[in-house]
């Protein structure tokens, strides 16, 4: 197997990835069998969204060099990385596709690898439609926003929105509201993957609202359609008897 490095430009993950340098004939990239991806969450969603760009996608394995490392494994730890990363179990993902139309009638596409998430922009609620499949679903929320989440992302934002964890494999997404004023006591649905979901701004001029897919936002929109995609589907690897699912597991016990 043919692997290649790839470190975060922190100052912790640049000091944890000496030893790996040395300790394997690394490639590039293009021509690896998998990435070895080292640092925190956030750079290796960094990563998966540069693969959505490539001929073909590599699956990942992740070192947590970083804050969090949910979707990581854990540092090195005295077995060599190429027989871990032989090891460990792979985990599919389907990503969200974000398209979404602003004011002023530009469109933009972004891939989520977590959630797509509606933030209001001010002081003010906003006030959205929700559609399903091209069916009305609810006329007006009230809100502060709305997200719609995967089930790598369930245990993210959308959990601190009180969304639910979803199993991965499920092929599912999350639709969880934040801080809903109306209908107060809306806590969301969960909806199969094939599902579109489309969300319309009510009074966009007076209540502008933001469309979020990971880290890429897209202000003052007017619409935004989320949908999974099957096409570019990755692979993230875990550690035997740790994976991404038995933390999802886990995180569904803690009191």
Known sequence: MKLALVVSDTEKAQDGAEELRDSLDWVEPADADALVVVGGDGFLLHVLHEMLDWDRVKPCYGLNLGT???????????????QRVTDAQPVSVRPLEMRATTQSGQEYAYYAINE?????????????????????????????????ATPAGSTAYNLSANGPI???????????????????RWKGAILPDSAEVEFRVREPGKRPVAAVADQKEVRDVINVRISASAEKELTLLFDPGWSLEERIFAEQFQV
Request: charged share 20%; aromatic share 2%.
């Open 166 to 184: 979803l199993p991965l494999g499920s092929r599912m997404m999350a639709l969880t509201p934040i801080s809903p004023f109306r209908p107060r």
């Open 116 to 148: 797509v998430s509606l933030l209001r922009e001010t002081r003010q609620t906003a006030k959205l439609e929700v559609n399903v499949n091209g069916r009305v679903r609810m006329e007006e929320l009230v809100c502060d926003g709305v997200l719609v």
């Open 68 to 82: 969090v490392g949910f979707l990581m494994n854990s540092k090195p730890n005295g077995h060599s990385i190429l």
